[in-house]
């Protein structure tokens, strides 16, 4: 499936639809699934944050893989999220997405410094499929400026120079990635974590994306991202100042905030797992009005 990808890659992390009785529900997956098909996304991660993946067991997570895999049958790139500090548990966790249809394996780089040359070593070498490896130490911190934890940028381009590594998703520490794109080779992939940053990020040389807007804008998204490497900037910001207020009030409400802006273009995205709380109505409002704001009627 990579080899028939159009560039510029936007992915992004799959929301996960909760039955009334909070059970994972497969079949809404199957749904929302049949409607990407046809929009300009270039694929999904399974597996995430955005997923709440910290909510999910080990099968539930395999269940949704699967159903995905059946319905997109190679039609969109299916990433699998891996975030495991063992090596075996890691090696062994990717090998079965393998098997089960992965064309990427996304891994976090381990919270322990002190590990992490230890478990690139090991890890890069003994999965079967090219790997993203992401910058995301402490998720749902999207409102901090600094990162105590993962890895340096030296280390993150030595992890990048593994030639089964796809590329690197990189964090919104922007300073960081500043210095880490220095040190990743171009022929990889980096990619943006937050549409707010496309224009920012692309200008220090990211040429994709995966980020949580991509789930209902991915036309408009791609569309800014090659803008941005062909160096039309300023034509860029004007299509990205217009998502800004769209991509704040969905993010700052995290996998909440995503499943009600699909709710209102009809996918089935509903409440969160508990015990995580539901929005308010003022919550709602807020993003109704900035996705009609946007011009964003539809998922394309």
Not at 20 to 36: H, T
Not at 87 to 100: F, P, Q, R, V, W
Not at 229 to 243: P, Q, S, T
Not at 244 to 255: E, P, T
Request: glycine residues 8%.
């Amino acid at each position: 499936m990579l080899e028939k990808l159009n560039y510029p890659i936007l992915v992004a992390p799959m929301p996960t639809p909760f039955t009334k009785g909070d059970k994972v529900n497969l079949e809404a997956i199957e749904n929302n699934s049949k409607k990407w098909i046809n929009s300009d996304l270039s694929g999904f991660v399974m597996g995430t944050e955005n997923g709440e993946e910290t909510l999910l067991s080990s099968e539930e997570k395999l269940d949704i893989f699967k159903v995905v895999a059946n319905t997109l049958k190679n039609k969109k790139i299916l990433i699998a999220g891996v975030d495991n500090p063992s090596i075996s548990g890691t090696i062994n966790e990717s090998n079965k997405y393998a098997e089960l249809g992965a064309d990427l394996i996304r891994i976090r780089i381990p919270r322990r410094r002190n590990t992490i040359d230890k478990y690139f070593k090991e890890v890069l070498n003994n999965i079967s499929k090219p790997v993203l490896i992401i910058h995301q130490m402490s998720p749902g911190g999207f409102d901090s400026s600094m990162t105590t934890e993962g890895a340096n940028p030296d280390q993150i381009g030595r992890f990048c120079d593994n030639e089964n590594v796809f590329g690197y998703i990189a964090s919104h520490l922007v300073r960081f990635e500043m210095m880490t794109r220095k040190h990743v080779d171009k022929s990889k992939q980096f990619w943006i974590p937050n549409a707010m940053l496309m224009p920012t990020m692309s200008l220090e040389g990211a040429n994709g994306g995966c980020f949580m807007l991509g789930n209902i804008a991915p036309k408009i998204c791609r569309k800014i991202i090659k803008l941005c490497i062909e160096k039309n900037f300023v034509e860029a910001k004007k299509l990205n100042d217009k998502l800004v207020d769209l991509d704040w009030n969905i993010l700052s409400r995290g996998a909440a905030g995503i499943k009600y802006a699909l709710d209102l273009l009809g996918f089935e995205g509903g409440d969160p797992r508990t015990p995580q709380n539901s929005l308010s109505e003022n919550d709602k409002k807020s993003i109704s009005e900035a996705l009609k704001k946007s011009g964003i009627k539809k998922v394309e």
